[in-house]
Protein backbone atom coordinates (compact mmCIF):
# COMPACT_ATOMS: atom_id res chain seq x y z
CA UNK A 1 0.00 0.00 0.00
CA UNK A 2 1.25 3.50 -0.91
CA UNK A 3 1.63 5.04 2.15
CA UNK A 4 1.61 8.74 2.63
CA UNK A 5 0.75 11.60 4.53
CA UNK A 6 -3.18 12.61 4.19
CA UNK A 7 -2.26 16.56 5.18
CA UNK A 8 0.84 16.83 3.06
CA UNK A 9 1.67 19.03 0.07
CA UNK A 10 -0.68 18.46 -3.29
CA UNK A 11 2.80 18.14 -5.07
CA UNK A 12 3.79 14.83 -3.00
CA UNK A 13 0.12 13.25 -3.26
CA UNK A 14 0.13 13.97 -7.41
CA UNK A 15 3.94 12.77 -7.03
CA UNK A 16 2.41 9.36 -6.43
CA UNK A 17 1.07 8.95 -10.20
CA UNK A 18 4.53 7.66 -11.16
CA UNK A 19 4.66 4.87 -8.45
CA UNK A 20 0.54 3.28 -9.10
CA UNK A 21 0.05 0.63 -11.44
CA UNK A 22 -3.46 1.59 -11.57
CA UNK A 23 -2.66 5.29 -12.37
CA UNK A 24 -0.09 4.89 -15.47
CA UNK A 25 -2.95 2.40 -16.83
CA UNK A 26 -5.28 5.35 -16.33
CA UNK A 27 -2.96 8.20 -17.83
CA UNK A 28 -2.26 5.46 -21.16
CA UNK A 29 -5.95 5.09 -21.71
CA UNK A 30 -6.08 8.66 -21.82
CA UNK A 31 -3.15 9.48 -24.10
CA UNK A 32 -4.77 6.61 -26.32
CA UNK A 33 -8.40 8.06 -25.76
CA UNK A 34 -6.62 11.83 -26.94
CA UNK A 35 -4.98 9.86 -29.88
CA UNK A 36 -8.13 8.59 -30.86
CA UNK A 37 -10.28 11.96 -30.56
CA UNK A 38 -7.45 13.98 -32.24
CA UNK A 39 -7.94 11.38 -35.44
CA UNK A 40 -12.04 11.42 -35.02
CA UNK A 41 -12.34 15.01 -35.32
CA UNK A 42 -9.30 15.68 -37.82
CA UNK A 43 -10.98 13.60 -39.96
CA UNK A 44 -14.27 15.05 -39.88
CA UNK A 45 -12.86 18.57 -40.11
CA UNK A 46 -10.81 17.58 -42.97
CA UNK A 47 -13.86 15.44 -45.03
CA UNK A 48 -16.31 18.44 -43.63
CA UNK A 49 -18.44 15.59 -42.04
CA UNK A 50 -20.51 17.71 -39.18
CA UNK A 51 -23.93 17.25 -41.14
CA UNK A 52 -23.60 13.85 -41.41
CA UNK A 53 -21.98 13.36 -37.63
CA UNK A 54 -23.93 15.26 -35.70
CA UNK A 55 -24.99 13.81 -32.44
CA UNK A 56 -27.01 15.97 -29.84
CA UNK A 57 -24.77 15.90 -26.47
CA UNK A 58 -28.12 15.94 -24.45
CA UNK A 59 -27.19 12.21 -25.42
CA UNK A 60 -24.23 12.33 -23.65
CA UNK A 61 -26.20 13.71 -20.46
CA UNK A 62 -28.03 10.83 -20.16
CA UNK A 63 -25.77 9.08 -20.30
CA UNK A 64 -23.59 10.18 -18.05
CA UNK A 65 -26.14 9.88 -15.70
CA UNK A 66 -26.46 5.99 -16.68
CA UNK A 67 -22.85 5.85 -15.77
CA UNK A 68 -22.30 7.64 -12.87
CA UNK A 69 -25.20 5.37 -10.98
CA UNK A 70 -22.93 2.47 -12.29
CA UNK A 71 -19.26 3.84 -11.13
CA UNK A 72 -20.76 5.00 -8.02
CA UNK A 73 -21.75 1.55 -7.91
CA UNK A 74 -18.73 -0.18 -8.57
CA UNK A 75 -16.55 2.19 -6.66
CA UNK A 76 -18.78 1.38 -3.57
CA UNK A 77 -18.83 -2.26 -3.46
CA UNK A 78 -15.05 -2.06 -4.09
CA UNK A 79 -13.73 0.26 -1.41
CA UNK A 80 -16.49 -2.05 1.36
CA UNK A 81 -14.42 -5.18 0.41
CA UNK A 82 -11.18 -2.80 0.83
CA UNK A 83 -12.26 -1.31 4.30
CA UNK A 84 -13.45 -4.46 5.04
CA UNK A 85 -10.47 -6.46 4.80
CA UNK A 86 -8.81 -3.63 6.79
CA UNK A 87 -11.11 -4.74 9.63
CA UNK A 88 -10.75 -8.10 9.61
CA UNK A 89 -7.12 -7.12 10.01
CA UNK A 90 -7.33 -5.13 12.74
CA UNK A 91 -9.61 -7.67 14.50
CA UNK A 92 -6.74 -10.05 13.88
CA UNK A 93 -4.17 -7.89 15.92
CA UNK A 94 -6.58 -7.55 18.70
CA UNK A 95 -7.25 -11.06 18.87
CA UNK A 96 -4.06 -12.22 18.46
CA UNK A 97 -2.68 -10.12 21.07
CA UNK A 98 -5.60 -11.01 23.45
CA UNK A 99 -4.66 -14.56 22.88
CA UNK A 100 -1.05 -14.20 23.42
CA UNK A 101 -2.29 -12.00 26.89
CA UNK A 102 -4.80 -15.14 27.66
CA UNK A 103 -1.78 -17.78 27.17
CA UNK A 104 0.56 -15.36 29.68
CA UNK A 105 -1.47 -15.21 32.23
CA UNK A 106 -2.93 -18.87 32.43
CA UNK A 107 0.05 -20.38 32.16
CA UNK A 108 2.87 -20.18 34.10
CA UNK A 109 5.94 -18.31 33.54
CA UNK A 110 8.30 -21.39 33.88
CA UNK A 111 6.35 -22.74 31.48
CA UNK A 112 8.97 -21.50 28.42
CA UNK A 113 7.42 -24.43 26.43
CA UNK A 114 4.20 -23.76 26.41
CA UNK A 115 4.88 -20.29 25.48
CA UNK A 116 6.88 -20.67 22.37
CA UNK A 117 4.29 -23.15 21.05
CA UNK A 118 1.95 -20.49 21.36
CA UNK A 119 3.91 -17.94 19.92
CA UNK A 120 5.37 -19.66 17.25
CA UNK A 121 2.17 -21.02 16.06
CA UNK A 122 0.05 -17.30 16.27
CA UNK A 123 2.70 -15.74 14.32
CA UNK A 124 2.59 -18.09 11.55
CA UNK A 125 -1.02 -18.24 11.49
CA UNK A 126 -0.90 -14.76 10.61
CA UNK A 127 2.19 -15.14 8.31
CA UNK A 128 0.24 -17.91 6.53
CA UNK A 129 -2.84 -16.35 6.25
CA UNK A 130 -1.23 -13.37 4.06
CA UNK A 131 0.39 -16.11 1.73
CA UNK A 132 -2.25 -18.09 1.43
CA UNK A 133 -4.96 -14.89 0.73
CA UNK A 134 -2.77 -14.37 -2.77
CA UNK A 135 -0.81 -17.34 -4.17
CA UNK A 136 -0.47 -19.95 -1.31
CA UNK A 137 1.40 -19.94 1.91
CA UNK A 138 5.63 -20.42 1.24
CA UNK A 139 6.66 -22.61 4.34
CA UNK A 140 9.93 -20.77 3.83
CA UNK A 141 8.45 -17.85 5.39
CA UNK A 142 7.04 -19.35 8.45
CA UNK A 143 9.15 -19.19 11.00
CA UNK A 144 11.00 -22.10 13.89
CA UNK A 145 9.61 -25.12 11.82
CA UNK A 146 10.87 -28.31 12.58
CA UNK A 147 11.45 -30.67 10.00
CA UNK A 148 8.63 -32.88 10.95
CA UNK A 149 6.02 -29.93 10.53
CA UNK A 150 7.40 -28.54 7.36
CA UNK A 151 6.60 -32.32 6.18
CA UNK A 152 3.25 -32.10 7.31
CA UNK A 153 2.22 -28.86 6.26
CA UNK A 154 3.48 -30.13 2.98
CA UNK A 155 0.81 -32.42 2.71
CA UNK A 156 -2.69 -29.42 3.39
CA UNK A 157 -3.47 -27.47 1.29
CA UNK A 158 -5.18 -25.01 3.63
CA UNK A 159 -1.88 -24.86 6.10
CA UNK A 160 -3.29 -21.44 8.55
CA UNK A 161 -6.40 -24.06 8.76
CA UNK A 162 -3.75 -26.85 10.23
CA UNK A 163 -2.24 -24.02 12.21
CA UNK A 164 -5.18 -23.13 13.82
CA UNK A 165 -6.33 -27.08 14.25
CA UNK A 166 -2.71 -27.29 16.44
CA UNK A 167 -3.06 -24.37 18.54
CA UNK A 168 -6.50 -25.61 19.49
CA UNK A 169 -5.12 -28.88 20.22
CA UNK A 170 -2.51 -27.99 22.70
CA UNK A 171 -5.35 -25.94 24.53
CA UNK A 172 -7.41 -28.74 24.64
CA UNK A 173 -4.32 -31.01 25.50
CA UNK A 174 -4.39 -28.50 28.56
CA UNK A 175 -7.56 -28.87 29.65
CA UNK A 176 -7.90 -32.61 29.13
CA UNK A 177 -4.69 -32.80 31.61
CA UNK A 178 -6.06 -30.07 34.38
CA UNK A 179 -3.21 -27.19 33.23
CA UNK A 180 -6.03 -25.18 32.48
CA UNK A 181 -9.67 -24.66 34.31
CA UNK A 182 -12.62 -25.18 32.96
CA UNK A 183 -13.22 -21.25 32.95
CA UNK A 184 -9.89 -20.61 31.83
CA UNK A 185 -10.55 -22.84 28.89
CA UNK A 186 -13.74 -21.20 28.46
CA UNK A 187 -12.82 -17.65 28.11
CA UNK A 188 -9.57 -18.63 25.65
CA UNK A 189 -11.81 -20.41 23.34
CA UNK A 190 -13.04 -17.23 21.78
CA UNK A 191 -10.01 -15.74 21.40
CA UNK A 192 -8.87 -19.40 18.94
CA UNK A 193 -12.75 -19.02 17.25
CA UNK A 194 -11.76 -15.48 16.35
CA UNK A 195 -9.18 -16.59 13.77
CA UNK A 196 -11.03 -18.47 12.08
CA UNK A 197 -13.88 -16.11 11.70
CA UNK A 198 -11.03 -13.76 10.28
CA UNK A 199 -9.76 -16.44 7.83
CA UNK A 200 -13.06 -17.27 6.50
CA UNK A 201 -14.08 -13.58 6.07
CA UNK A 202 -11.44 -13.04 4.31
CA UNK A 203 -11.75 -15.82 2.11
CA UNK A 204 -15.37 -14.95 1.29
CA UNK A 205 -13.97 -10.79 0.16
CA UNK A 206 -11.19 -12.69 -2.08
CA UNK A 207 -13.72 -15.38 -3.54
CA UNK A 208 -16.83 -13.71 -4.16
CA UNK A 209 -15.31 -10.36 -6.61
CA UNK A 210 -18.32 -7.99 -8.23
CA UNK A 211 -20.84 -9.95 -10.35
CA UNK A 212 -19.50 -10.64 -13.76
CA UNK A 213 -22.17 -9.25 -15.93
CA UNK A 214 -21.97 -6.17 -13.99
CA UNK A 215 -17.88 -5.81 -14.78
CA UNK A 216 -18.80 -6.36 -18.23
CA UNK A 217 -21.52 -4.22 -18.99
CA UNK A 218 -19.92 -1.50 -16.80
CA UNK A 219 -16.66 -1.42 -19.38
CA UNK A 220 -18.35 -2.27 -22.50
CA UNK A 221 -20.73 1.33 -21.45
CA UNK A 222 -17.44 3.35 -20.73
CA UNK A 223 -15.88 1.72 -23.95
CA UNK A 224 -18.80 2.82 -26.10
CA UNK A 225 -18.96 6.20 -24.45
CA UNK A 226 -15.65 7.27 -25.16
CA UNK A 227 -15.78 5.85 -28.89
CA UNK A 228 -18.56 8.32 -29.25
CA UNK A 229 -17.55 11.05 -27.42
CA UNK A 230 -15.64 12.96 -29.75
CA UNK A 231 -18.42 12.81 -32.58
CA UNK A 232 -20.61 14.75 -30.14
CA UNK A 233 -18.25 17.40 -28.49
CA UNK A 234 -16.28 17.98 -32.14
CA UNK A 235 -19.34 20.70 -33.94
CA UNK A 236 -19.53 22.59 -30.23
CA UNK A 237 -15.39 22.70 -29.30
CA UNK A 238 -13.73 21.49 -32.73
CA UNK A 239 -10.19 20.85 -32.02
CA UNK A 240 -11.04 21.50 -27.89
CA UNK A 241 -13.27 18.50 -28.07
CA UNK A 242 -9.72 16.59 -27.89
CA UNK A 243 -8.55 17.63 -24.16
CA UNK A 244 -12.34 17.75 -23.25
CA UNK A 245 -12.67 13.72 -24.18
CA UNK A 246 -9.17 12.98 -22.59
CA UNK A 247 -10.22 14.51 -19.71
CA UNK A 248 -13.66 12.72 -19.20
CA UNK A 249 -12.14 9.19 -20.44
CA UNK A 250 -9.36 9.70 -17.70
CA UNK A 251 -12.21 10.44 -15.01
CA UNK A 252 -14.51 7.26 -15.96
CA UNK A 253 -11.62 4.76 -16.77
CA UNK A 254 -10.43 6.30 -13.57
CA UNK A 255 -12.80 4.99 -11.07
CA UNK A 256 -13.42 1.77 -12.96
CA UNK A 257 -9.70 0.86 -12.87
CA UNK A 258 -9.36 1.91 -9.17
CA UNK A 259 -12.27 0.08 -8.13
CA UNK A 260 -10.95 -2.93 -10.12
CA UNK A 261 -7.50 -2.94 -8.38
CA UNK A 262 -9.15 -2.46 -4.58
CA UNK A 263 -11.58 -5.29 -5.35
CA UNK A 264 -9.25 -7.42 -4.26
CA UNK A 265 -7.26 -6.26 -0.81
CA UNK A 266 -4.72 -8.80 -0.03
CA UNK A 267 -2.37 -9.05 -3.15
CA UNK A 268 0.32 -6.57 -3.94
CA UNK A 269 -1.43 -4.06 -6.09
CA UNK A 270 0.33 -0.63 -5.11
CA UNK A 271 -3.32 0.33 -3.05
CA UNK A 272 -3.54 -3.53 -1.53
CA UNK A 273 -3.53 -4.01 2.13
CA UNK A 274 -0.07 -4.51 3.58
CA UNK A 275 -1.00 -8.11 5.05
CA UNK A 276 2.50 -9.28 5.43
CA UNK A 277 3.98 -6.11 6.87
CA UNK A 278 0.64 -6.49 9.31
CA UNK A 279 1.66 -10.22 10.04
CA UNK A 280 4.82 -9.73 11.31
CA UNK A 281 3.88 -7.13 13.34
CA UNK A 282 1.74 -9.52 15.03
CA UNK A 283 4.69 -12.19 14.89
CA UNK A 284 6.71 -9.26 17.17
CA UNK A 285 3.64 -8.46 19.61
CA UNK A 286 3.26 -12.05 20.12
CA UNK A 287 7.14 -13.02 20.48
CA UNK A 288 7.24 -9.83 22.99
CA UNK A 289 4.28 -10.85 25.37
CA UNK A 290 5.23 -14.66 25.34
CA UNK A 291 9.02 -14.85 25.26
CA UNK A 292 9.99 -11.19 26.28
CA UNK A 293 12.01 -11.01 23.19
CA UNK A 294 11.74 -10.13 19.55
CA UNK A 295 11.93 -12.81 17.20
CA UNK A 296 15.28 -13.42 15.17
CA UNK A 297 14.39 -13.28 11.75
CA UNK A 298 14.17 -9.91 9.88
CA UNK A 299 11.40 -9.22 7.96
CA UNK A 300 11.92 -7.47 4.80
CA UNK A 301 9.39 -5.45 2.94
CA UNK A 302 7.37 -7.41 0.08
CA UNK A 303 7.77 -5.11 -3.16
CA UNK A 304 4.72 -4.82 -5.60
CA UNK A 305 4.39 -7.09 -8.23
CA UNK A 306 2.35 -4.75 -10.57
CA UNK A 307 4.63 -1.71 -11.60
CA UNK A 308 6.38 -0.39 -14.53
Not at 78 to 89: C, M, P, S, T, V
Not at 112 to 132: D, G, P, Q, T, V
Not at 219 to 242: D, N, R
Request: with cysteine; glycine share 6%; aromatic share 12%.
Amino acid sequence: MIIYKSNGSWFSHVSHLTTSYTMQRILIATLVMGAYATVIIGLIKYFDLHRYLQVDSTIFSLLAVILSIFLGFRTTTAYDRWWEGRKQWGALVNNCRNLALYVDSIWPPSDLEIRRFMAKHIANFCLALSEHLRDGTDLEKLVYLAEEEIAYYETKDHIPNFIALRIYQRIAEAHRKGEINEGDYINIKPQHQSLLDILGACERIKKTPIAFSYAVYLKVLVTAYAALLPFGLSEQFGYGAIPLSMLIVFALIGVELMGEEIEDPFGLDCNDLPTGDIAHTIKRNVFEILEDRAPVEEHEKQLYEKVF
